[in-house]
């Protein structure tokens, strides 16, 4: 089977636009929801031994508020998931005042303390400023070196996929109302390694075919090209697929961050690398059809059993 990228090449491009603009407009309609790894405060990790509903949990925290104003409905999240565990967010308490909260918490029922954190405001807004310095630092490094390795306009073909990766990976998180901490960002620095490993193989099949002599125009060579390598990267990205939703699956909630980001970002960077990254490289390089103008009629003249091939 042949995919004719080229051939519709606008309509690609133009999916990709859509839907990393849907994905920044759920960032400024919804946000992200940050952690206590970002913001700074307390997070409280506690199973109950029997079912609590979500409004007795919050009326009880609103009295317990008039004593630890860190508890008040502005300043708290509480999130209820499975096996009767309860999540309390705050802002940030004295160690007084989390002992005191922990011994008030015994009226709702028996439980156990699953887990308890305590991040600083400005150690938060440290991590906020080396999250997004690790990003820009990738993006440069990728930048350089596909520029050595193969041209500048292959370069800013690249990072222009790991943006659109990255921005939809993001926008999917803020969809699904994920909490965004510290392995959500190592989830977005491994689908920029992930995304642009795709996309070297193709382009690396590019430069290769641009060696040979050829009596195809450019762009039925990169088609050609991203033919060649498209069941290979499709079979890796399966295969990396498989193993992510089993760790989705039996997990647990600590990985759900981690785990939903990196599948977002591998179905989007599977999808760019062979329907974005391609036709970017032909948009920029669209005078190389000069240079591999097609001799077909004067070579195959004489000979009426060209092979067939299926076109997509």
Do not use: C
């Amino acid at each position: 089977m042949y995919i004719n990228v080229i051939k519709h090449a606008k309509k690609w491009v133009a999916l990709s636009a859509t839907v990393a603009l849907l994905s920044v407009g759920m960032l400024f309609v919804k946000g992200l929801n940050y952690g206590i790894d970002f913001t700074g405060g307390n997070l409280f990790q506690v199973k109950f031994e029997n079912a609590l509903p979500l409004g007795e949990v919050n009326g009880f925290l609103d009295k317990l508020s008039v004593n630890i104003p860190q508890l008040n409905s502005t300043s708290r999240k509480v999130q209820i998931s499975e096996d009767n565990n309860i999540i309390i967010r705050t802002q940030e308490m004295s160690e007084e005042q989390k002992n005191s909260f922990l011994k008030d918490l015994e009226s709702l029922g028996t439980y156990k303390i699953e887990k308890t954190e305590k991040v600083g405001a400005s150690i938060g807004q440290e991590l906020k400023s080396s999250a997004v310095y690790s990003l820009v630092i990738g993006a440069v490094l990728i930048t350089l070196y596909i520029t050595m390795r193969f041209e500048f306009k292959f370069a800013i073909a690249a990072v222009i996929t790991l943006i659109h990766d990255v921005v939809i990976a993001v926008g999917g998180i803020s969809m699904l109302g994920y909490e965004v901490n510290t392995p959500f960002i190592a989830a977005v620095l491994t689908i920029l390694g992930y995304s642009i490993n795709d996309t070297i193989v193709v382009f690396d099949r590019i430069r290769e075919s641009l060696k040979k002599k050829s009596d195809l125009t450019f762009g039925e060579l990169l088609d050609k090209s991203m033919n060649q390598v498209m069941i290979r990267s499709l079979n890796t990205s399966i295969t990396t697929l498989l193993a992510v939703v089993a760790i989705l699956v039996f997990g647990g909630d600590s990985l759900r961050t981690f785990i939903g980001t990196l599948l977002i970002g591998i179905l989007a960077g599977t999808y760019s690398s062979i329907f974005l990254a391609t036709p970017l490289v032909y948009f920029f390089e669209k005078n190389r059809d000069d240079k591999y103008e097609p001799k077909k009629e004067e070579h195959h003249e004489h000979h009426g059993d060209a092979k067939e091939k299926i076109v997509v």
